[in-house]
């Protein structure tokens, strides 16, 4: 680790806790996924097993946080059971000066966004090297699509000016969601229109979801150099 992911881990850890301070008892809480959300997940664990903060429940956004959750004692729930979550802290990729996202390079996008359109309020939590004058600028759209056909849906994407990588784990191998999926990065470069080419995405069979986050955080929690910022 450089000392620069060093600064940056701590700028990720203080927003996530600045963050932590909005769940109140009684709350259904979203956990996100990513290293960000990962910092969030431990203050709530921590807040709980100190009898601080009661009476919350997680609804986890991927296998990995409901892991991370469980093995810090933070009770779980599901949508089923809450199918309205009050409060969801979740990180970013890139965050543009409308508070529109590009998320899914953790590869839970599809759980994110789901959770993220069941909450009250979304809370997205980053450090300030991830805002960005434009979605595009500094981060590809995470596409998660069937595995059946996922080589036309690449063309697909080609077609509407993306340069398309195929996700790989760390082995080498195809990157599988947590549904089974395969995860295309595609590079659009500075996106000019988001809702244009989400709905064109939106609109692809195939398509099971997008990193494009549009409309849906409602506070901004950024750390950095200059302190800790919260936009709403
Ligand atoms: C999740 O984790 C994402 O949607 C985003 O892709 C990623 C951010 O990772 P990190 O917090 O590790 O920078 O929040």
Redesign the pocket.
């Known amino acids: 680790m450089t000392s620069d992911d060093t600064v940056s881990a701590s700028f990720?850890r203080a927003a996530a806790e600045r963050a932590v301070d909005f769940i109140q008892p009684g709350m259904v809480v979203g956990l996100?996924?990513?290293?960000?959300?990962?910092h969030a997940v431990r203050r709530l664990g921590a807040l709980l097993a100190a009898g601080t903060l009661k009476d919350v429940v997680g609804v986890p956004?991927s296998r990995a946080t409901e892991a991370l959750a469980a093995s810090l004692g933070v009770p779980l729930t599901t949508l089923d059971v809450h199918p309205v979550v009050d409060l969801t802290i979740?990180?970013?990729?890139e965050v543009a000066p409308d508070l529109s996202?590009?998320?899914?390079?953790?590869?839970?996008?599809l759980r994110?966004k789901v959770v993220a359109q069941a909450s009250r309020r979304e809370i997205i939590?980053?450090?300030a090297p991830?805002l960005s004058p434009r979605l595009g600028t500094k981060w590809p759209v995470?596409v998660e699509v069937l595995p059946f056909g996922w080589r036309s849906q690449a063309l697909f994407l080609e077609s509407l000016g993306a340069r398309v990588v195929v996700r790989l784990a760390l082995d080498g191998a195809p990157y599988h969601t947590d549904q089974g999926n395969v995860v295309l990065d595609c590079d659009f470069g500075p996106i000019n229109d988001p809702a244009g080419l989400a709905a064109k995405l939106e609109s692809r069979a195939g398509v099971m979801a997008h990193?494009l986050f549009l409309n849906l955080a409602t506070d901004l929690v950024v750390a950095g150099p200059e302190g800790i910022t919260h936009r709403v």
């Open positions: 990720k996100g996924t990513g290293s960000t959300a990962a956004t979740d990180g970013a990729d996202l590009i998320k899914g390079g953790g590869g839970a996008l994110e939590v980053v450090d991830k995470p990193g």
